[in-house]
């Protein structure tokens, strides 16, 4: 049981724009629950003149309520109150060819939902830069063309397949695990598949996640169209100067308070000397 999603989206800005928000989009008024990025791997290839970056995302999440009620109460243990989980997150740019593609993929709970969301992100073949403007503006050195991106996203569910698996086993060889199914799969509950096949709860579990995964993709389009207007509208500075905006609220501060009481320390010294 798997179940596919794909959207297309063209935003009106190039493609070197594009990346450059696609590396700095968390956090964003649409994602400050975004906590940490780390890149933990890049590498650029001069043959193929090609960028390669791995990253690491620790976002606050948690299981849908609505799938949670579908298992064994106490399958997750305290996991399913942790509240955070961690998304890698793999990325190629051609810049010269005029693409980047990324995968991402969730780390927790793979037993009961993987997700794992792949993007392309192409420069129109019309589009073409206009090499009369000598600086080197990321947004309007090629102003006039767009950067299309098509999402696809793959769902799959395995909870019960490790049950099933055991019992195909006992008899002959043993038949290895993955490690998120050990680990995550306990025997259910006396009479909990009695209503319910395995296939039935797959189904149902991977409709929920396509449910969020359309929400989830509009949030991350608006998010990317945020940081790119910080761009346009003042740069690398302003980008970055949002980010800590997004991130101070996200924690429940005021997002001038730090830069006030600092300038108001310095002005205080400086008329004490």
Same mark, same amino acid.
Do not use: C
């Given at each position: 049981?798997?179940?596919?999603?794909?959207?297309?989206?063209?935003?009106?800005?190039?493609?070197?724009?594009?990346?450059?928000?696609?590396?700095?989009?968390?956090p964003?008024?649409?994602? *400050?629950?975004?906590?940490?990025?780390?890149?933990?791997?890049?590498?650029?290839?001069?043959?193929?003149?090609?960028?390669? *970056?791995?990253?690491?995302?620790?976002?606050?999440?948690?299981?849908?309520? *609505?799938?949670?009620?579908?298992?064994?109460?106490?399958?997750?243990?305290?996991?399913?109150?942790?509240?955070?989980?961690?998304?890698?997150?793999?990325?190629v740019?051609?810049?010269k060819?005029?693409?980047?593609? *990324?995968?991402?993929?969730?780390?927790?709970?793979?037993?009961?939902l993987?997700?794992?969301e792949?993007?392309?992100?192409?420069?129109?073949?019309?589009?073409?830069?206009?090499?009369?403007?000598?600086?080197?503006?990321?947004?309007?050195?090629?102003?006039?063309?767009?950067?299309?991106?098509?999402?696809?996203?793959?769902?799959? %569910?395995?909870?019960g397949?490790?049950k099933?698996?055991?019992?195909?086993?006992?008899?002959?060889?043993?038949?290895?695990l993955p490690?998120?199914?050990?680990?995550?799969e306990?025997?259910?509950?006396?009479?909990?598949?009695?209503?319910?096949?395995?296939?039935?709860?797959?189904?149902?579990?991977?409709?929920?996640?396509?449910?969020?995964?359309?929400?989830?993709?509009?949030?991350?389009n608006?998010?990317?169209?945020?940081?790119?207007?910080?761009?346009?509208?003042?740069?690398?500075?302003?980008?970055?100067?949002?980010?800590?905006?997004?991130?101070?609220?996200?924690?429940?501060?005021?997002?001038?308070?730090?830069?006030?009481?600092?300038?108001?320390?310095?002005?205080?010294?400086?008329?004490? %000397?």
């Open positions: 049981m798997v179940k596919f999603y794909e959207s297309s989206f063209n935003y009106d800005y190039p493609l070197p724009a594009v990346s450059l928000a696609y590396f700095l989009r968390y964003n008024p649409y994602a *400050t629950h975004v906590l940490s990025t780390d890149v933990i791997d890049r590498h650029f290839d001069p043959a193929t003149q090609r960028l390669s *970056t791995t990253r690491l995302h620790l976002k606050k999440s948690k299981l849908p309520p *609505t799938v949670l009620k579908l298992l064994p109460k106490g399958i997750l243990g305290s996991s399913a109150d942790a509240g955070q989980s961690y998304i890698l997150e793999k990325s740019i051609d810049v060819e005029g693409w980047m593609k *990324t995968e991402s993929r969730n780390l927790e709970w793979t037993g009961i993987s997700v794992i792949k993007q392309v992100y192409r420069r129109p073949s019309s589009g073409t830069a206009t090499p009369e403007i000598p600086r080197l503006d990321l947004v309007e050195s090629t102003k006039g063309e767009g950067t299309d991106v098509t999402t696809t996203v793959t769902l799959l %569910s395995r909870f397949q490790a099933t698996l055991r019992k195909k086993g006992e008899v002959g060889a043993t038949i290895p490690a998120s199914d050990s680990e995550e306990l025997p259910p509950k006396k009479g909990f598949f009695s209503s319910w096949s395995t296939s039935s709860l797959q189904r149902s579990i991977e409709m929920i996640g396509l449910r969020r995964t359309r929400e989830a993709t509009g949030k991350s608006e998010g990317m169209k945020v940081v790119l207007e910080r761009l346009r509208g003042g740069g690398l500075g302003r980008v970055l100067e949002g980010m800590q905006e997004d991130r101070q609220r996200a924690f429940g501060q005021d997002p001038g308070s730090s830069f006030k009481r600092a300038w108001r320390q310095e002005q205080d010294s400086s008329s004490e %000397s």
